[in-house]
């Protein structure tokens, strides 16, 4: 089978087009033919390995200290179910599925194993492959960090780092739970946030959300890029801090923040399953939530896709598409 494949750490050009071998499904696996992946910033920084200081170490040990354990990267795909292992229950022989291939990563071929347990489920009916594609990774983050912090109705959140792949499903959630959003980001990318929801845009090039006085229920920080205490100060007096990326300094200050006040911080890795897939499955086919597509390749030019995102231009997602039978 093709497959995108990279033996050393580096930059984009570290990854190479090349025939490997297809795998076989074990007994409790499906195989699954895939039709669509994507680039999203995680690849790109385990490509790179930049890593934050925190996590270096651990990360190091999944995916490899020297070079790469797992030579194929990718961690959300679309597809079609091609063969079933003997302990296979929920899927069979020609579904049409989506799901996340978690830290074992893999998407960027034509053909993938994964087994029951993982993120794995039928897809949205009133998706391509392309668009669900887009949501196991995006979608499951932004879920599991929203319902983390408890959000109710009637709220004010600010999501930062609002236009991408997790920003943009933040959004559409924070909505249909019935909150007031606020979407931070550049200029380029306002006009998308207020076309999936966002009450209000802030062009963090020209104005800093900290500095406004304005106060937040929930600040859910995907960017990373704000200062941690004005965030913090940003709050209202039992607001929620999220950060899906944190530094060990801002790990540490948020403990002290939650041990210290009414505030609650909330950070970590956000937890898989097939039934928040589900969920998801089901609010996209209400029409509660759509996928957002900057724009797509094709797997053979996976490295220009990962160059393309590593300028921090992309608007929701960029996709790899396999095959074009």
């Given at each position: 089978?093709?497959?995108?494949?990279?033996?050393?750490?580096?930059?984009?050009?570290?990854?190479?087009?090349?025939?490997?071998?297809?795998?076989?499904?074990?007994?409790?696996?499906?195989?699954?033919?895939v039709?669509?992946?994507?680039?999203t910033?995680?690849?790109?920084?385990?490509?790179?390995?930049?890593?934050?200081?925190?996590?270096?170490?651990?990360?190091?040990?999944?995916?490899?200290?020297?070079?790469?354990?797992?030579?194929?990267?990718?961690?959300?795909?679309?597809?079609?179910?091609?063969?079933?292992?003997?302990?296979?229950?929920?899927?069979?022989?020609?579904?049409?599925?989506?799901?996340?291939?978690?830290?074992?990563?893999?998407?960027?071929?034509?053909?993938?194993?994964?087994?029951?347990?993982?993120?794995?489920?039928?897809?949205?009916?009133?998706?391509?492959?392309?668009?669900?594609?887009?949501?196991?990774?995006?979608?499951?983050?932004a879920?599991?960090?929203?319902?983390?912090?408890?959000?109710?109705?009637?709220?004010?959140?600010?999501?930062?780092?609002?236009?991408?792949?997790?920003?943009?499903?933040?959004?559409?959630?924070?909505?249909?739970?019935?909150?007031?959003?606020?979407?931070?980001?550049?200029?380029?990318?306002?006009?998308?946030?207020?076309?999936?929801?966002?009450?209000?845009?802030?062009?963090?090039?020209?104005?800093?959300?900290?500095?406004?006085?304005?106060?937040?229920?929930?600040?859910?920080?995907?960017?990373?890029?704000?200062?941690?205490?004005?965030s913090?100060?940003?709050?209202?007096?039992?607001?929620?801090?999220?950060?899906?990326?944190?530094?060990?300094?801002?790990?540490?200050?948020?403990?002290?923040?939650?041990?210290?006040?009414?505030?609650?911080?909330?950070?970590?890795?956000?937890?898989?399953?097939?039934?928040?897939?589900?969920?998801?499955?089901?609010?996209?086919?209400?029409?509660?939530?759509?996928?957002?597509?900057d724009?797509?390749?094709?797997?053979?030019?996976?490295?220009?896709?990962h160059?393309?995102?590593?300028?921090?231009?992309?608007?929701?997602?960029?996709?790899?598409?396999?095959?074009?039978?």
């Amino acid at each position: 089978m093709k497959a995108i494949v990279f033996t050393k750490y580096g930059p984009p050009d570290v990854l190479q087009f090349q025939e490997v071998e297809k795998p076989t499904p074990k007994n409790n696996e499906a195989l699954i033919r895939v039709r669509a992946a994507t680039v999203t910033a995680g690849d790109c920084e385990i490509r790179g390995f930049r890593i934050p200081i925190l996590f270096w170490l651990p990360a190091r040990i999944i995916f490899g200290l020297t070079k790469p354990r797992r030579p194929i990267l990718g961690q959300e795909l679309a597809g079609d179910v091609e063969a079933v292992g003997k302990d296979v229950t929920q899927v069979k022989v020609g579904d049409q599925v989506f799901a996340t291939t978690g830290a074992g990563l893999g998407a960027y071929a034509e053909y993938k194993c994964l087994p029951e347990g993982r993120a794995l489920a039928i897809k949205p009916i009133n998706m391509t492959y392309e668009e669900a594609a887009t949501v196991p990774t995006g979608g499951l983050v932004a879920l599991h960090f929203l319902r983390k912090a408890n959000i109710q109705s009637g709220e004010k959140v600010l999501i930062n780092g609002a236009s991408g792949s997790i920003g943009a499903y933040a959004v559409q959630l924070a909505k249909h739970l019935g909150t007031e959003v606020t979407g931070v980001d550049s200029a380029e990318k306002l006009g998308m946030l207020r076309e999936i929801g966002a009450d209000q845009v802030i062009d963090y090039t020209q104005e800093d959300f900290t500095k406004s006085g304005e106060t937040y229920d929930v600040i859910f920080d995907v960017a990373a890029k704000s200062s941690y205490s004005r965030s913090a100060g940003s709050l209202k007096r039992d607001g929620r801090y999220i950060s899906t990326t944190p530094g060990l300094s801002q790990m540490v200050r948020g403990l002290w923040t939650s041990m210290t006040s009414r505030k609650k911080v909330t950070t970590g890795l956000a937890s898989e399953g097939t039934k928040n897939l589900v969920f998801l499955k089901e609010l996209i086919e209400a029409g509660k939530i759509r996928s957002v597509i900057d724009r797509s390749y094709p797997l053979e030019q996976t490295a220009e896709a990962h160059k393309y995102v590593e300028k921090g231009l992309k608007k929701g997602n960029v996709v790899i598409t396999v095959g074009n039978d």
